[in-house]
């Protein structure tokens, strides 16, 4: 798989963590990605948590590359939400209006 640097995906670490993080930078040995969240199920559906509480949110995280399960693209929705969650801009999708 490609990774584009300025998309944002879905990493299904071995402890079953669920990381949305933009990825930066891909070797044989790891991935760097920045402001990683972790996935957690509540009642009202998903919501997005900071997944290193000691360091700034917008850091950059090197995650060994054999810690890695799945990795793919998230939804749209998905990508609105991390973005809201990291930068505080909540996206605008264009609909058509009806009413």
């Keep these: 798989m490609k990774f584009e640097t300025t998309e944002v995906y879905s990493l299904k670490i071995a402890n079953g963590d669920e990381l949305i993080a933009k990825v930066i ?7 760097k990605v920045a402001a990683p969240l972790t996935v957690v199920p509540s009642r009202d ?5 900071p997944s290193l509480f000691t360091t700034e949110l917008n850091s950059d995280v090197t995650i060994n590359i054999n ?9 749209d929705q998905v990508r609105d939400s991390y ?5 505080g801009i909540k996206p605008v999708r ?6």
């Design 25 to 31: 930078e891909v070797n044989d040995t790891s991935i």
């Design 94 to 99: 264009s609909q058509i209006l009806t009413g």
């Design 45 to 49: 559906g998903i919501q997005l948590v």
């Design 83 to 87: 973005t809201e969650a990291t930068t």
């Design 67 to 75: 810690n890695i399960v799945m990795i793919a693209p998230v939804r």
